[in-house]
């Protein structure tokens, strides 16, 4: 089936406008390119951080989605990884550069010319478009396979929720003998509960609240503990490996630092846009480290799909339908998803 070159579409038109209902382009599918139907698409508090400028101007119309589950409906002559039928993922990266030393270590991530699944350019200078909408072309090196075993609702989330988590929890050895803490509940959090506890690790979640301790408990958590308790910090000081950092808004970090062992690290996966700051007496004292990680390389996202699959793991997901999507992101604001929305964008077509 050709892919359709202009396709339906959910965008933000303008800064902090609401999300509606439009055509966008798609380019045809080329010798390389594999055409997707788009079937579901997460949404990330990234596609929010963006539509709300906390991340700088973004590119309008913005059409935000970077957690693709679908199928191939075509490819081009020169594909081989790919064929009509299969069940596909897209991440957060549509294109790199293939040539320098992160493209070549497999960490495309962190390549200066990655090209990002929205809210960036193609290497033509066509703006790209992300999952919100009814299909998607790419390149086949940035396809991702989605194993028979996962449905592809609950493995959208998986594309970005979960190898920002996967892929710190792997670098920094969370497994058997390793106490790791979850910081946020949230979309990226609670694959982190998930994903540490297939590793191995003891997980300790800590959020805000008690309100989603059982589900904590029942993904896998160990331990779950009320970060707006302040004996929390003084019951916990010292006694974790690493700590993931989940949450979109800045933390008092010394507090934090405080949890961690001597060598312990704090990685933040969350983003805020504003800067923070912290005391270094709370690393040196302790010979702690503090670090940061972005999503994951094309070879590590296809070998957390296949983790996930192999230990039944997927998002715990609502699934709506397009037109609610602004009142999803209001939700996602409160602190109030379990533990993803995920378009049902096949509604599109
Ligand atoms: P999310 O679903 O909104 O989860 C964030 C969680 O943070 C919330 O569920 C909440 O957990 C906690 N939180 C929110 N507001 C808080 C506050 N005022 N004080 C304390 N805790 C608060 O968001 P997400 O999609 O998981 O994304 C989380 C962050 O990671 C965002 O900043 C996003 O942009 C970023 N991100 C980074 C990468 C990367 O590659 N590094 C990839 C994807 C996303 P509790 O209710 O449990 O407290
Ligand atoms: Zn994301």
Same mark, same amino acid.
């Given at each position: 089936m050709t892919t359709p070159t202009t396709v339906a579409a959910y965008a933000v038109a303008s800064p902090k406008a609401a999300l509606t209902r439009t055509t966008i382009p798609r380019r045809s599918v080329g010798e390389y390119d594999v055409g997707i139907e788009i079937k579901y698409?997460?949404?990330?508090?990234?596609?929010?951080?963006?539509? *709300? =400028?906390?991340w700088g101007e973004a590119i309008f119309p913005l059409v935000p989605g970077h957690e693709i589950a679908g199928v191939v409906t075509e490819v081009g002559a020169g594909v081989t990884r790919y064929a009509v039928g299969d069940r596909v993922g897209v991440g957060c990266f549509v294109d790199s550069c293939g040539e320098c030393e992160n493209c070549k270590a497999g960490e495309e991530q962190y390549c200066k010319g990655m090209v990002g699944t929205y809210n960036s350019r193609q290497f033509t200078g066509e703006p790209t478009y992300g999952g919100y909408s009814?299909?998607?072309?790419?390149?086949e090196?940035?396809?991702?396979?989605i194993p028979d075993g *996962? =449905?592809?609702?609950v493995a959208a989330p998986l594309l970005c929720a979960g190898i920002t988590l996967y892929s710190p929890l792997a670098h920094w050895g969370a497994g058997p003998g390793k106490n790791v803490g979850i910081v946020g509940m949230g979309g990226l959090g609670h694959m982190g509960v998930q994903i540490a506890h297939a590793m191995g690790a003891e997980v300790t979640v800590l959020s805000q609240s008690l309100r989603k301790k059982d589900d904590a408990v029942r993904l896998g958590a160990d331990h779950y503990y009320a970060t707006s308790d302040p004996e929390t910090f003084e019951k916990l000081a010292g006694s974790f490996d690493l700590i993931v950092n989940t949450v979109s808004v800045n933390l008092p970090l010394d507090a934090y630092l405080g949890l961690l062992k001597r060598e312990g690290t704090l990685v933040h996966v969350g983003a805020p846009g504003e800067p923070s700051s912290f005391a270094q007496f709370s690393l040196i004292s302790q010979r702690r480290s503090m670090a940061g990680s972005m999503i994951g390389g094309i070879r590590q996202t296809q070998e957390m799909l296949n983790f996930c699959a192999e230990h039944s793991l997927g998002a715990e997901i609502e699934v709506i339908t397009p037109d609610k999507i602004n009142e999803a992101y209001e939700r996602v604001l409160a602190s109030d998803v379990r533990y993803r929305f995920v378009i049902d964008t096949a509604s599109l077509s």
């Open positions: 698409a997460g949404i990330c508090h990234s596609d929010i951080h963006t539509a *709300l =400028g906390e009814s299909h998607i072309v790419v390149n090196n940035y396809v991702l396979r *996962l =449905g592809l609702d």
